[in-house]
């Protein structure tokens, strides 16, 4: 009997659609052909988030910019609320779950107002607790969070507070994550997945992982020490220009993951006898006798 759950692959599209609507759709279907159960964008508001000398500074890296400002960058990448709703839309007429992460209340109040089964807090903006607020009192689906540059007394602060209104073990799903793109192996900690397991395994309802490295060797060692959910950015081409592309898989990669998960999930189980069928025609065969 397999006493693991059925993993579950997010395709984190995030902003590699470059702004371009087509390419979003496009890697939505990707993803699905792929065998990922969600794909996953970003909603944010760049005039709540930023500062005006945010907005108005010059893109730190000139070659991933898409506008003169950082500010004029973020707003190119953005889709608004009724994109967002249309490609929720093809998402699931195709067969693949649509969800979306969200950087502040505006982008929150939006997304819920989709409905989708669960909305992503980043890394970044998981101490906002009026835009926790929101998602906890104003909406039904589950919140997913990750903890990323989170220290441990934020982490219980955050399964705390959804504790205050019992609904942490029904709705939470905490993910261990690095915040680094990409990040190199030595520190993507995998056994911080023990530390949420063993500090929330009966408290929240249940634990992801969320990686920015290359490879997907350790996605799997991530999901046998606990994380039911994986989730990896994906591109289409990891020379687009763009943050996030160079930590991200392309088709080759997110199948490949997809189906070595599916294969460990199959293999995480007990003999079902001491000595299997596959394996008695061996024993008749090889065993030694006296």
């Known amino acids: 009997m397999n006493t693991y759950q059925q993993p579950r692959v997010i395709s984190e599209i995030g902003c590699n659609h470059m702004g371009q609507f087509e390419i979003a759709k496009e890697l939505i279907r990707l993803s699905k052909e792929c065998g ?4 996953k964008f970003q909603k944010r508001n760049s005039r709540e988030l930023l500062t005006p000398d945010q907005y108005d500074a010059p ?17 190119y990448l953005e889709f608004d609320q009724a994109q967002h709703a ?54 039904q689906g589950e919140v997913h969070i990750s903890t990323g540059m989170t220290t441990q007394d934020e982490i219980a602060q955050l399964v705390a507070y ?13 993910y261990s994550c690095t915040s680094g793109y990409p990040v190199p192996f030595r520190d ?58 160079a930590a991200s898989l392309e088709v080759p990669g997110l199948q490949k993951l997809v189906r070595d998960l599916d294969h460990t999930f199959e293999a995480l189980t007990y003999k079902t006898s001491e000595i299997l069928e596959i394996e008695q025609v061996q024993r008749e065969k090889l065993k030694y006798r006296k």
């Not at 929720?88 to 505006?106: H, N, P």
Request: hydrophobic share 35%.
């Open 36 to 39: 990922a159960k969600y794909a």
């Open 59 to 75: 893109h730190p890296i000139p070659y991933n910019a898409y506008g003169p400002t950082y500010g004029a960058h973020r707003e």
């Open 86 to 139: 249309e490609l929720k839309e093809y998402a699931e007429t195709i067969g693949i779950g649509y969800a979306t992460s969200v950087w502040d209340v505006t982008s929150a109040q939006e997304i819920i107002g989709l409905q989708p089964d669960f909305i992503k807090v980043p890394s970044a903006c998981n101490n906002n607790y009026e835009m926790l607020r929101l998602l906890r009192d104003g909406y």
């Open 162 to 174: 959804f504790e205050e209104t019992g609904q942490a073990r029904q709705r939470l799903v905490m």
């Open 188 to 245: 993507i900690c995998l056994l911080e997945i023990k530390r949420i397991q063993e500090n929330y395994g009966n408290r929240i309802k249940e634990i992801g992982f969320s990686g920015h490295h290359l490879g997907i060797a350790v996605d799997v060692a991530a999901y046998t020490l606990g994380a039911v959910w994986v989730e990896r950015h994906f591109t289409k081409d990891r020379t687009w220009r763009g943050t996030d592309h």
